[in-house]
Structures are given as structure tokens and as C-alpha cells.
């Protein structure tokens, strides 16, 4: 049933898309079958299918119903929750990058909590899959709606919000989304591969995307 799912969702795609239509199946899973997460994860017919579920998986738990209380420290507890569905290492990468994906696209109005979530991350030493999340989340909003002239605007030439660290703030948050957003977002969107941030990709991956 997966392998037929995985095959439906690519030949149903827009070419360079196929990877947003496999990355929600994670997100279904972990809300309705969670018991399943791994079984479903390790049928995927390649392994960077197998990391999309998980990007998903990531995304899925920013919408869990205890994550719409705010009591204090909920960041913090939601990050540790879903890193406990990692079996490995890629799986860790694509689950917070989805999960911060998530709450910055959500959240873009309110900048504070992609700095909340900055904490949290440095706390954990998930720098990498961090900025990937939050460049990611940034650049799919640069292409949903790319007449827009504020949204994007506290990310790229605005102070840390109040109560965050500037320094954090800065290398953080502001320098990849400039560089994300004037160097790399250009060159995807130019070659059709905007679908591929559903993923988690090192930068480097990232630049060769648009050179493909």
C-alpha cells in the first residue's frame, strides 16, 4: 500500500513537485496511526522518500492538539516529544526541520516564535536542521506569494524580538534568510525545484538544487 501510494503520488505530480505530494503521508501517520510510524517510514520504495515521511512526521507535530495551549516551555517539551519518534539520524535531521518549517510558516507574523524555537534548538545542538526548517518555511512563503513585502520583512532587516538574544537572532535566523532568500531561492525557483524544500537538505544540497 505504500509503494502504491509513493507511485500514485509522483506520476499525479507536477514535474519537480513530487516530493510535496509524498511528504504529508508523515504527517497523516503520526496524527491518526502513529504505532505505524516506522513500519510505514522503512516501506517507502527510496530512501529519500523514507526522509520526506519524516519531514512530514516533523510537521504533523506542530499541529497536535496540546501544542495550541501556550504554557511556558511548551516549545522546548514539543522538540524533545518528537525527537523520541527519530530511529536515526536523518530521520532526527527531517523531523525538526519539518517541525520548524511548520511553526514558521504558521507563525510568520510573529517572528518570536521562530526565535523561541532558535532557544530551544541551540539548547539541543540542532543548528543544521533548524536553518534548514527556517529557510525553507521562508522561501515556500517567498513562492506562495511572491508580491508580498512584509511578511518576510522582521526575518531579513529586523531586530531579535524582545527578550531574544541578538547574537542568536543574527546567525541564526536573519543571515540564512538573507542569503536564503537573495541566493538560493532565486536559482530553485529558476530551475522548477521549489516542491524539494519539503526535505531536509545540508546548503550545499540546497545550491546544487538550482544548478540541476
Not at 21 to 37: C, D, H, K, M
Not at 104 to 131: I, K, M, T, W
Amino acid at each position: 500500500m505504500t509503494q502504491d501510494f509513493a507511485r500514485e503520488a509522483c506520476s499525479r505530480s507536477r514535474p519537480g513537485w513530487e516530493p510535496a505530494a509524498i511528504e504529508p503521508l508523515g504527517l497523516v501517520v503520526r496524527s491518526l496511526y502513529p504505532q505505524w510510524l516506522t513500519r510505514v517510514a522503512n516501506a517507502m520504495p527510496s530512501p529519500q522518500m523514507r526522509s520526506l515521511c519524516w519531514h512530514g512526521v516533523g510537521r504533523s507535530a506542530y499541529f497536535s492538539p496540546s501544542t495550541f495551549i501556550p504554557l511556558p516551555g511548551g516549545h522546548g517539551r514539543l522538540v524533545r516529544s518528537v525527537l523520541s519518534d527519530a530511529p536515526d539520524e536523518d530521520a532526527r535531521l527531517n523531523i525538526v526541520a519539518g517541525l520548524v518549517w511548520a511553526a514558521v510558516l504558521v507563525n510568520l507574523p510573529r517572528p518570536e516564535v521562530a526565535a523561541s524555537f532558535a532557544e530551544v534548538c541551540a539548547n539541543l545542538r540542532l543548528g543544521d536542521a533548524y536553518r534548514n526548517g527556517l529557510i525553507s518555511a521562508l522561501m515556500a512563503w517567498r513562492h506562495m506569494a511572491p508580491l508580498d513585502a512584509t511578511m518576510l520583512r522582521p526575518y531579513t532587516c529586523g531586530d531579535a524580538p524582545g527578550g531574544y538574544a541578538r547574537t542568536l537572532w543574527k546567525s541564526w535566523v536573519l543571515e540564512p534568510a538573507v542569503m536564503a532568500l537573495d541566493e538560493v531561492y532565486p536559482t530553485i525557483e529558476r530551475a522548477g525545484r521549489v516542491g524539494h524544500l519539503f526535505l531536509y537538505h545540508p546548503l550545499a544540497e540546497l545550491r546544487e538544487l538550482g544548478r540541476v
